[in-house]
Structure formats: structure tokens, C-alpha cells
Antibody, heavy 118, light 109 residues
Framework: EVQLVESGGGLVKPGGSLRLSCAASGFTFSSYSMNWVRQAPGKGLEWVSSISSSSSYIYYADSVKGRFTISRDNAKNSLYLQMNSLRAEDTAVYYCARGDFGQYFDYWGQGTLVTVSS | QSVLTQPPSVSAAPGQKVTISCSGSSSNIGNNYVSWYQQLPGTAPKLLIY???KRPSGIPDRFSGSKSGTSATLGITGLQTGDEADYYC??????????FGGGTKLTVL
């Protein structure tokens, strides 16, 4: 059974940093591209970033480019999102999702809440 | 405001059929596959339709997808109260970004 479990969310002050993790199991992690998608409270889905299976290709939404860094460790079956210079508008539930860039996201984690507030 | 346009809400009675539209442009829907996601209240999104009209294993055939030009449509027949959820379309854009529609809230009256 495919499982994606996010962690690392919490309350952080504007300008602060946070590192999210996503632990994957039930599939060959190193064979799949992975993604982060977020959802602000009461709002729709917003794609954040994608990384190819070997980390050769990385893409970011304009809203986070230069502030967020996606990475993965295939030996640990883990996906990460380093978030710096956080803003109030980054407040959201962050989901990790499996799926090739330009395709579809077939499995999603349960999400982790990031709140940026003073 | 999303690049992909969906109606904010749709409603229908149990057993009836409903369609949800998703309108884009030639830089996204017009030249790429569309996927659809169902998000039940308080849960993570779930893949419902991929590559315009394919259903993942376990998704009942009450759910269908189609695409024509720069628009896509999700159809749900035999509506059940358990179908009440938010539905999102998604696709890729030539600007190297993934796009989602603004979401449509389905109410089963």
C-alpha cells in the first residue's frame, strides 16, 4: 500500500524558516517524481514544487521561487521542502504527492499545516 | 484567481447526473492531459480521473471525464450523498507549472 506521511509543520514567525518532510513507503520511491501542493485555509489547491526521480529536474511555482527548496533522499525514501523567508500568505496545509511532472498526482499524503504568524 | 476556470458550486438530487466544467487555454488544457481530484471534507485530495478520461483502479464508472479543445468536463451519474465534496481539475502549463482549477463544491440535495 502506497503511503505518504508529511511532518514538520507548525507555527513560525514571518521571515522564519521551516523544513517539511514526507516519508514514502509501499512503492519504489526512487522511480517516481514527487511534488508539493498546498492549500490555504478555505482555499483551493496550489502547486508548489516538483522534483524528478533522480533530482535532475526541479520546478517551482513563481510564488515560492527563490525562497523554497525541494529535495529528496532516495536512500531514505524521503522528500523535503525547505521553506525560508516565510510570509503570512504561505500559511496552508502542505501535501506531498506522487506523480510525474506534467502528468497527474496519483497518491497524496494527509498534509501538514504550516502557520506563519507573529 | 485560477487560470483554470471552474464553477464555484453545482448541485443535484440523489440519483441524478451532474457535470463540472474546467476551462483553460491552448497553453494548458488545449495541449495537455487533464486530471480530476475529489476532496472530501477534511481529507486530502484523491485522484478521480487522469489523462482526460481514464479512471484509476477503484474509481466507479459513475465518474467520467472528457476534453474538447481548451475545456474539460467531469461527469458524475447516480449521485450519492457521499459524493459531496470539492472537485478540482488539474493540468500542466507550457510555462512549466502545474495548474489547478479553483475548485467546485458539489452539493447533493
Amino acid at each position: 500500500e502506497v503511503q505518504l506521511v508529511e511532518s514538520g509543520g507548525g507555527l513560525v514567525k514571518p521571515g522564519g524558516s521551516l523544513r517539511l518532510s514526507c516519508a514514502a513507503s509501499g512503492f519504489t520511491f526512487s522511480s517516481y517524481s514527487m511534488n508539493w501542493v498546498r492549500q490555504a485555509p478555505g482555499k483551493g489547491l496550489e502547486w508548489v514544487s516538483s522534483i524528478s526521480s533522480s533530482s535532475s529536474y526541479i520546478y517551482y511555482a513563481d510564488s515560492v521561487k527563490g525562497r523554497f527548496t525541494i529535495s529528496r533522499d532516495n536512500a531514505k525514501n524521503s522528500l523535503y521542502l525547505q521553506m525560508n523567508s516565510l510570509r503570512a500568505e504561505d500559511t496552508a496545509v502542505y501535501y506531498c504527492a506522487r506523480g510525474d511532472f506534467g502528468q497527474y498526482f496519483d497518491y497524496w499524503g494527509q498534509g501538514t499545516l504550516v502557520t506563519v504568524s507573529s | 484567481q485560477s487560470v483554470l476556470t471552474q464553477p464555484p458550486s453545482v448541485s443535484a438530487a440523489p440519483g441524478q447526473k451532474v457535470t463540472i466544467s474546467c476551462s483553460g487555454s491552448s497553453s494548458n488544457i488545449g495541449n495537455n492531459y487533464v486530471s480530476w481530484y475529489q476532496q472530501l471534507p477534511g481529507t486530502a485530495p484523491k485522484l478521480l480521473i487522469y489523462e482526460n478520461n481514464k479512471r484509476p483502479s477503484g474509481i466507479p464508472d459513475r465518474f467520467s471525464g472528457s476534453k474538447s479543445g481548451t475545456s474539460a468536463t467531469l461527469g458524475i451519474t447516480g449521485l450519492q450523498t457521499g459524493d459531496e465534496a470539492d472537485y478540482y481539475c488539474g493540468t500542466w502549463d507550457s510555462s512549466l507549472s502545474v495548474l489547478f482549477g479553483g475548485g467546485t463544491k458539489l452539493t447533493v440535495l
